[in-house]
C-alpha cells in the first residue's frame, strides 16, 4: 500500500469521520460530565496510568462505535454496486483490504492517540512522576479501536446488510456491558460478610477496564501479553474476511480470532489481584525524615513535612510509648468492602482522604492527629460513617486542646460539632488519668477495627 492510495482511500471512505466521531464524543464525555475522572488523585488529568486507564474505560462504548463504523465502511463495495467490476481487475484482493483496512486503522489510532495528549499535556503540568509504564494500557486501548474496525468491516463485507452495522454496534456494546456488569464479573464475599463481585477471567477480553479507586493500580504484564494476542486474532478474522470469496472460506476465516481467545484465555490471569496490580514504582517512599510520601505524590512532600512531624511530636505528648513513629501514605491495595488493616508504629493517610485533601498547614497537623488516633474502619470503596468522623473530632480536641470540624466547612462538619460536643465535654470532664484510659482504648478499638471508637470515646460498653 503506497502513500497515493492511502490518500485516496482516505478521501473516499468513512475513516476520517470514523476518527473525528471517536475523538470528539470522547472528549465530549470526559469535559460535558462531571464524574469521578475529575476528583482527587485519580483524576484523569492528574497521574499518567490515571489517564491511561480513564481513557481505556471510555472504550465501553468507543469500541461498539469503531466496530460498528468498520462494517459500514465494508458496505462501501456493495452500495457502490461494484463488487463484479473489482474481482475482474488484475489487483489482488488483499491490497484493496489492507488499503481499506489501513486507513480506517490510521484515523482511529491517531483519535485515540490525540485523546490521550490532551489529557497529557495537563498530567505533564499537573505532576513530577513521569514514567512509561502507562503507555501499554493505552497501546493495547488503541489496538481494541484498530482490531474492532476491522472485525467489522470484515463481518460488514460477509454480510451486505444496512441492518449489519447498528446489529454488530449494538452487539459489541451489549458484551461490553454483560462483561462489566454479570459475565464478567464474579460474586465474592468478604470476611466481614459484604457481597462484592471481582472480574474474572472472562472479562478480560472486555475493552474496558475497572473503574480507577487507586493511583497506584496498574494492568499486568500477563493481561496485555493476552489482550494483544486475543486483538491479533480478532483483527486477523476481520481482514480474512474482507478477501474472503466463498462461503467456506470465510467460514475458514473465523479460525484466528477462535484461536485468538483460546491463546489469550490461556495466558490471561484468573486471580483478580494479578489483573491489577500495585505500580511498585509510583509506590516507592519519597521520605523527609519519619514522613513519606509515594513517588507518584513526590511534589507534595514539602508542604506535608512540617505538619507531619509536628502531628507525631503532639500524639508522643499524648500517648508517650504507645504513639506511631512514623507516618506514610497508605499504598495497600485492599478488594472493595475489605476492612482496612492499620499500624501502630506508623500513620497512614491518603491524600483522597476528605479530611486530609485540602487541609493545609495547622489543619493538616490536626487531620493527621485525626488520623493517627482514629484511622477510620470503614470497608475499602465506602465513606466514612458519622461515628469515625466524630470520634476524630474528639481526639484531635483531646490533643490540642479545642474542639474543631475537620476537612471542608460546611453541614458535614456542622454535623461534626453536633455529634462530637457532647462527648467531648463529657471527655474534658472526667481526671485526667479516666481520660487518657478512654484515648487509649479508642485508638487500640480504632487500629483493630473490632468495635466502635466513638462509643470507647462516650464510655459506652464497647470500652
Known sequence: MNIRVLRIELKRSVAPWAGAVVLTSALAFLYLLNAGWWR????????WTSLAMWTRSLLFYLWPLAVGLGALQGLRDRRSKMPELLTSTPRPARHRAAALAGATAITLASAYALLVLVGGVQVFANTDYTHLGWLPISLVGALFLVAGAVLGMGAGRALPSVLTPPALAMGAFAFTALMHMSLGRTRTTTAEGITNSEPNLVSLLSPEVQEVRDVFVTVSASVH???TIWLLGMAATGFALLVAATPRTRLVALTPVLAGAALALLVLPSDPRR???VDEAAAAPVCDGPVCVTKAHKERLADLAGPGKEALRLLHDALGDRAPVSMRENTALLPYGATPQWSRETVLFDFD?????????KELTRALVAKG???????????????DDAAQVVAAAWVLGDLEPLGDPGPASGAQIALARPAWKELKALPRAEQLSRINAAHATALSCKGDAFDVLSGGASR
Do not use: R
Not at 373 to 386: D, F, I, N
Open 373 to 387: 488516633l482514629v484511622p477510620g474502619c470503614s470497608p475499602a470503596g465506602w465513606s466514612g460513617t458519622g461515628g
Open 225 to 227: 501479553l493476552g489482550q
Open 275 to 277: 489483573m491489577y496490580v
Open 353 to 361: 482522604d476528605d479530611i486530609i485533601a485540602a487541609a493545609k498547614d
Open 40 to 47: 482527587g488523585t485519580t483524576a484523569w488529568t492528574a497521574q
